[in-house]
């Protein structure tokens, strides 16, 4: 047995209303929902892009280095050191002749 309910004419506006309200709000979030995912595929496709770049970039930049001369750089602290060492053993050989000559 089914039973009826009366409604006004109101009542039933507001009701309508209240649904295609509902069902606008919906397909406003499917359309979002769909956007979204256009953009995260975008995203994710730029992002393996930028992966594979990078990876070729370091390749030709392995590359590149094997290629190139090695420069020996000597640090400042052993040149240094090594200068002076030499200056000093300059100066004692010079000091020594002088010692010669005068005896």
Do not use: C
Not at 87 to 96: F, G, P, V, Y
Request: charged share 40%.
């Amino acid at each position: 047995m089914t039973e009826y309910i009366k409604v006004n004419a109101l009542e039933r506006t507001h009701g309508e209303r209240s649904l295609l309200e509902s069902q606008l709000n919906l397909l406003d979030v499917i359309k979002i929902l769909k956007n979204y995912k256009e953009h995260r595929k975008k995203e994710l496709l730029l992002k393996i892009e930028l992966k594979n770049k990078t990876l070729e970039t370091l390749e030709h930049l392995k590359i590149l280095e094997k290629s190139l001369p090695r420069a020996h750089l000597i640090d400042k602290e052993e040149s240094a050191d090594k200068e002076s060492f030499s200056i000093e053993k300059q100066l004692a050989d010079i000091r020594s002749k002088l010692e010669k000559l005068q005896e």
